[in-house]
């Protein structure tokens, strides 16, 4: 395992060794130690590298990732995991607002809670979150999963498309055309394999509540302008 | 003999004209306000109120055809490894997949080639048509990140982080579900056939500070490689021209009111917004208070036709231009060739906007395969590259007669404004004076 000590190296040369790093190299495996808050941390990986970041870290940590596995020992700031497109991004602690944005594939797992805005205009990505969730989260939702073992915040779902929000806590209020939905089988078995795949072996997918698009904002209508 | 009161002439209310009288009996039958395509209609002060004054005695004229005249612009050296070089100070704006068809984009790739500039991806992410023949492909990075790929990041030659565009700063944009074809649902990742919305603001900043580290992550992502250009609608420009170079911006676009768009709200196109003419020199202002004048390209965009308009922009400040609409016309868009079917959509050649229905007669603005396949993306391609080098012709012309070897060196100076408003928003004297309006001293 190769380490990176951001104490004494730079970003640049950090994120630069990561895009260096080919599919089939020997050095997949990184430690980057004392990130200290930095942004961009393990930005844009391509390569399915192990990455564990032993702080906490800024801004887009794990930001367009492809394949990777990065591991955040500590709390991300916002828009972690932004856009990406596969692999996973764990963050052990909290992570602050719009994480998982625009996310279009992998795995976003979350220890602990996330602040507002997460998993905003996600568009495949699945996301779990062990904590809770704040207000406006999945906004404009297209696609993906996510997942809150604790409660959400106001506006959950706001003009959602196709996404699946799975709560198991309460919702303090739901955004404009979201609504609960019952949980058939295909939801059950979704929910249980998020479970899995983000290590939650505690609780049952029976305790959650499926919500999603009422679709009747679909297509624009005027007797509908209410909701805008 | 009986006196008749003579009749009189019935008059129609300027405020109530005909067009508003229109609007208001369709809004009252559809219940929707117009979307539309293309950029503002109404008359605003634009280059045309502006006129240069050619070299005489004062003044030492370059000879036409003889002497050199350079146009090459490079854009992005602030902090990019790979700054961007184009032959001419002319690009093809950000028009997207989707909105646009296949066919058109390779045209237009086709066609920048031809004459050395460059070309811009659009909401619908990037095609293997654009990249594939765009020698200089610019990929946009938008509210909605439709079809966003950090793979097409880095295949791309520069990015642009749209926060504005002139014909809605501030608003979001709609592709009406009609126009969405499985490849387009398919890259938004949307069901085919619903509404499909652009945000106005991207999802993962709130402002100018978050806007200067997602401008780092772009360029940790791309390796410090890419410039990164912000492009701004025409609304503030000083001070959203100064917060974008000073989030880091290798090249700021800035886009007036008569930029165009694919399709949204009349109302949100005619009301909102300056014309470029305003922009340009509180743009220039801000660069230059932060002594970033040509440090920082400045790329202006709205309602560019010819050569002159480049060279007045130029002339004010700016280092290149970048056209939407033109490249569009160039290509075929409103060709009188398709009248007839113009004419079946209740609509004229020239007129013809509701590109969000898909019906367009020429091809570009569809995703209709009958409709695009009547688009030779070859044929298209040579004629805009003929007037792209028509244009640099005109501007070349234009610049000699200044007495400029660079189109670059032609200056507020060399022109004077036939209005009083064309003064005082482009910052030059009115003709026959010396006097700016709004301005002490001269």
């Excluded at chain 2, 309602?303 to 056209?323: E, F, Q, T």
């Amino acid at each position: 395992m190769a380490t990176f000590d951001l104490a004494t190296a730079t970003l640049r040369e950090l994120n630069a060794q990561l895009h260096a790093t080919q599919s089939g190299s020997n050095d997949t495996a990184w430690e980057v130690l004392n990130p200290r808050g930095a942004h961009s941390v393990a930005v844009g990986i391509d390569a399915p590298l192990h990455v564990d970041v032993h702080g906490s870290v800024g801004y887009y940590c794990g930001g367009m990732n492809s394949q990777g596995t990065v591991t955040v020992h500590g709390s991300a700031g916002p828009g972690v995991a932004e856009n990406m497109m596969s692999g996973i991004v764990h963050i052990k602690g909290d992570a602050s607002q719009y994480a998982g944005a625009t996310g279009r594939g992998g795995l976003l797992i979350i220890d602990g809670n996330a602040a507002s805005r997460c998993g905003i205009s996600m568009k495949g990505i699945d996301i779990v979150v062990r904590g809770s969730v704040g207000h406006m989260s999945a906004f404009m939702g297209q696609s993906g999963n996510l997942v809150v073992l604790g409660d959400a915040g106001e506006a959950l779902g706001d003009s959602l498309y196709e996404a699946r929000l799975f709560v198991r806590g309460s919702v303090k209020s739901l955004g404009a055309d979201c609504v609960e939905k019952p949980m058939r089988d295909e939801h059950l078995a979704i929910l249980a394999d998020l479970l899995e795949r983000a290590g939650i072996d505690d609780v049952e997918p029976s305790e959650f509540t499926r919500y999603g698009s009422a679709r009747t904002l679909y297509n624009f209508n005027i007797d509908n302008a209410d909701a805008y | 003999m009986s006196y008749q009161n003579p009749p009189t002439v019935p008059r129609q209310s300027a405020t109530f004209d005909a067009y508003t009288l229109s609007e208001i009996r369709r809004a009252a039958a559809t219940g929707i306000y117009d979307i539309r395509g293309g950029g503002a209609k109404r008359k605003v002060p634009h280059f045309d109120d502006l006129l240069f004054l050619g070299a005489s005695i004062s003044r030492y004229p370059l000879e036409g055809y003889r002497e050199r005249c350079d146009t090459s612009v490079v854009l992005g050296a602030r902090f990019a490894k790979k700054p961007i070089e184009l032959k001419i100070p002319i690009t093809i704006a950000g028009m997207s997949f989707g909105s646009l068809s296949g066919q058109a984009k390779e045209a237009l790739g086709r066609g920048a080639s031809l004459a050395g500039t460059s070309t811009t991806t659009g909401d619908g992410g990037m095609t293997e048509e654009e990249r594939g023949h765009s020698q200089v492909l610019v990929y946009q990075y938008l509210p909605s990140r439709y079809g966003m790929n950090p793979r097409d990041l880095r295949r791309a030659d520069a990015i642009e982080v749209v926060v504005g565009q002139g014909a809605k700063p501030g608003g979001g944009g709609m592709l009406l579900g009609q126009k969405i074809s499985d490849r387009v649902a398919e890259m938004r990742t949307l069901p085919k056939g619903i509404d499909q919305r652009s945000a106005c603001r991207h999802p993962d900043w709130t402002g100018p500070d978050d806007l200067e580290i997602k401008i780092m992550e772009l360029r940790e992502i791309t390796d410090w490689e890419k410039p990164i250009y912000v492009k701004i609608g025409g609304a503030r420009p000083y001070y959203d021209t100064a917060l974008a170079v000073k989030a880091g911006a290798d090249v700021v676009v800035l886009d007036g009111m008569q930029g165009g768009t694919a399709a949204t709200q009349e109302v949100f196109i005619e009301n909102v917004g300056q014309p470029i003419l305003a922009c340009i020199r509180p743009a220039v202002q801000a660069l230059q208070d932060l002594g970033m004048h040509r440090k920082v390209q400045l790329v202006v965009s709205g309602g560019i036709r010819n050569g002159a308009d480049v060279a007045k922009a130029l002339a004010l400040g700016a280092d290149a231009v970048s056209i939407g609409t033109a490249a569009l016309v160039a290509i075929g868009d409103n060709d009188p060739r398709w009248e007839a079917e113009y004419q079946a959509l209740g609509t004229t050649a020239g007129a013809y906007d509701d590109w969000h229905e898909g019906k367009d007669p020429a091809g570009i603005t569809t995703q209709n395969p009958e409709l695009s396949q009547r688009l030779d993306p070859v044929a298209a391609g040579r004629r805009l590259a003929n007037y792209l080098k028509v244009m640099t012709l005109e501007t070349q012309t234009i610049a000699r007669a200044c007495g400029k070897n660079h189109v670059h060196n032609l200056e507020p100076e060399d022109l004077c404004a036939l209005t009083l408003e064309a003064a005082a928003m482009a910052g030059v004297p009115l003709a026959g004076t010396d006097w700016i309006p709004g301005r002490s001293g001269f």
